[in-house]
């Protein structure tokens, strides 16, 4: 057994021709120095980001039992674009025995209702506030993702599985609506 650990003893007491004392201990140094001084500083989230995230919160957030807001508000400054909020609702309970039952047809029109009125309320919110964000540059844009969950699909097969809001700083009047099955 002495056999197999012979040349670490050698080098370890003899000091060897490798790295050894003070020499490893630069070496190690210099590499840390390299690998972890050089990183980005890490920059705080932007005050507009999180104006935009609760603003859709709030025109949003209404509370539905077995629905509503599933995930709130989350955003990013993604650099040469602009801010990107992402949120998810479902805009009915699913149909269960034990709620109270409605109709297919009570169920497509609350739901169409409720579409509605988010993508008005979201469509206002971003007219309103992006002229008044200051960490967006003149060109960028803002976009909201509301994914929908369609807790009903048997009775609202057309309900779109998101939408996507996104406006131009310079051309707050316009904000486009894109749907997806």
Do not use: C
């Not at 990183?39 to 609760?54: C, F, H, L, M, N």
């Not at 034990?98 to 409720?114: D, G, H, N």
Request: no cysteine; glycine share 8%.
């Amino acid at each position: 057994m002495a056999q197999l650990f012979s040349y670490w003893h050698s080098v370890r007491y003899h000091g060897g021709n490798g790295l050894g004392g003070p020499k490893l201990l630069v070496f190690v140094l210099l590499v840390s120095g390299i690998l972890y001084g050089q990183g980005q500083p890490v920059e705080k989230i932007s005050p507009d980001v999180r104006t935009i995230q609760k603003a859709v919160n709030d025109v949003v957030g209404t509370p539905i039992p077995g629905g509503g807001v599933l995930q709130v508000a989350k955003g990013a400054y993604l650099d040469g674009y602009g801010i990107v909020v992402s949120l998810e609702v479902a805009f009915d309970p699913p149909v269960n025995p034990f709620s109270p039952q409605k109709t297919p047809e009570e169920i497509r029109t609350t739901a169409a209702q409720r579409l509605k009125e988010v993508q008005e309320k979201v469509t206002n919110v971003l007219k309103q506030k992006v002229a008044q964000l200051e960490s967006v540059g003149p060109a960028e844009s803002v976009s909201v993702v509301l994914n929908i969950l369609n807790t009903n699909p048997a009775y609202l097969p057309d309900m779109p599985s998101q939408i996507i809001f996104s406006v131009k700083k310079q051309d707050t009047a316009r904000v486009s609506l894109r749907q997806y099955k």
